[in-house]
């Protein structure tokens, strides 16, 4: 997973240095910590990274459910629900499971802790009736805004 992370930071570092016009302003660092799934054997420790810039566009890499490493890419957007709370969904492609890649449609909601922290509960629903479970992740992240 080192492998993944290091591009990761990387490019969350150089986007600080560039100038604006030719870069993507940094919006968000997230922690992915851990899951709960609806169906047991599956590893709910589930260390990783996100990064979001301020036009939605979103990437990480985590150790997944089935204990493999998954990158994805994606683009997230929401609404504010109530001062402090906002929903927000991130559509998508994912590596790591059975099929190589997979599209992805990842509803969550994000509670403030604060001016900049917040923990984000991901709701991931079961792929298919016979494999999966449904998840509940959480992660938590720093707004850079």
Do not use: C
């Not at 810039?53 to 459910?65: E, F, H, I």
């Not at 298919?128 to 992740?137: D, E, I, N, R, T």
């Amino acid at each position: 997973m080192l492998r993944y992370l290091i591009p990761l930071l990387a490019a969350a570092i150089s986007a600080g240095f560039q100038p604006r016009a030719e870069a993507q302003e940094l919006a968000a660092v997230g922690v992915h910590v851990g899951s709960w799934h609806s169906e047991p054997g599956f590893n709910n420790t589930n260390p990783g990274l996100y990064l979001r810039t301020a036009d939605g566009w979103t990437a990480g890499v985590y150790r997944n459910s089935i204990r493999r490493t998954s990158v994805y890419a994606g683009w997230t957007t929401g609404t504010a629900l109530t001062d402090g709370v906002r929903a927000e969904v991130t559509l998508g492609a994912i590596t790591g499971y059975q099929i190589p890649l997979l599209p992805m449609a990842i509803p969550s909601v994000r509670f403030a802790l604060g001016d900049h922290l917040g923990a984000r509960l991901i709701f991931i629903p079961r792929i298919s009736p016979k494999f999966g479970a449904h998840v509940v992740s959480l992660a938590l992240d720093w707004s850079l805004r």
